[in-house]
């Protein structure tokens, strides 16, 4: 046995796993948009100090994924201005990263997708298809070849998983997502790049519907004279 197997592995450092919980507790989600996110609430959820939530926070806010305003963190409450930037953004990027992968997917790795296919296709309320598709999405971000484009999407996942819950909201919006995952899992499998270029197009653009009308949903019927 060499060395190596009986090396220390060190744990990331405290502010870092802070970090990670508190972006998942984003991604869940935990928080309502607009809520102020305050220090010692976070650190007796977490079971540590302060300082580390603080560092954390900072990090956070530094990815766009909390705002620092009015002498604290509060989680982002979005408008229409700033999703319609996350959808060009994506409307520009994920096509041709989907494409890549369609063109060089491996047999090996069309397990994987048929199984987050699969749970795409079984998730029956909006956290079960929320987490479904983030996962899937998760999985066909890690193919991605070309450096660049995957820390660029990497980076700014975050921010797609902050509004992703709202374009789930209802059982038609899961369906038109559940089929876009279907079709990729098969322009993936048939190597068929254009195909999934255009599939990934169709899907962002719905999703920006869905958002458009569960944002149009949710505002308060105007008052009449």
């Given at each position: 046995?060499?060395?190596?197997?009986?090396?220390?592995?060190?744990?990331?450092?405290?502010?870092?796993?802070?970090?990670?919980?508190?972006?998942?507790?984003?991604?869940?989600?935990?928080?309502?948009?607009?809520?102020?996110?305050v220090e010692e609430d976070l650190a007796r959820r977490l079971s540590v100090s302060r300082t580390p939530v603080r560092e954390a926070l900072f990090?956070?806010a530094q990815m766009g994924l909390v705002e620092q305003r009015d002498g604290g963190f509060h989680v982002p409450q979005l408008g229409l201005r700033?999703?319609?930037?996350?959808?060009?953004?994506?409307?520009?990027?994920?096509?041709?990263?989907?494409?890549?992968?369609?063109?060089?997917?491996?047999?090996?790795?069309?397990?994987?997708?048929?199984?987050?296919?699969?749970?795409?296709?079984?998730?029956?309320?909006?956290?079960?298809?929320?987490?479904?598709?983030?996962?899937?999405?998760?999985?066909?971000?890690?193919?991605?070849?070309?450096?660049?484009?995957?820390?660029?999407?990497?980076?700014?996942?975050?921010?797609?998983?902050?509004?992703?819950?709202?374009?789930?909201?209802?059982?038609?919006?899961?369906?038109?997502?559940?089929?876009?995952?279907?079709?990729?899992?098969e322009a993936f499998a048939s190597h068929d790049a254009d195909a999934a270029r255009k599939i990934m197009e169709d899907f962002i653009d719905a999703?920006?519907?869905?958002?458009?009308?569960?944002?149009?949903?949710?505002?308060?019927?105007?008052?009449?004279?």
């Open positions: 046995m060499t060395d190596a197997a009986y090396a220390i592995r060190r744990a990331p450092p405290l502010a870092q796993q802070v970090t990670e919980s508190l972006r998942a507790m984003l991604a869940a989600p935990v928080f309502e948009p607009g809520a102020r996110l990090r956070l700033d999703i319609h930037e996350i959808f060009q953004i994506r409307r520009l990027l994920e096509p041709q990263a989907v494409a890549d992968i369609a063109a060089t997917c491996p047999p090996e790795d069309l397990p994987e997708y048929h199984a987050a296919r699969d749970r795409v296709i079984s998730a029956a309320t909006q956290d079960e298809a929320t987490a479904a598709n983030i996962a899937f999405r998760g999985l066909w971000l890690s193919r991605i070849r070309n450096r660049r484009l995957h820390e660029v999407l990497t980076r700014f996942d975050d921010q797609v998983i902050l509004v992703r819950r709202a374009t789930l909201r209802t059982a038609p919006a899961r369906a038109t997502a559940a089929a876009g995952v279907i079709a990729l899992v999703a920006l519907n869905w958002f458009e009308i569960a944002v149009t949903d949710a505002q308060p019927p105007e008052d009449t004279p």
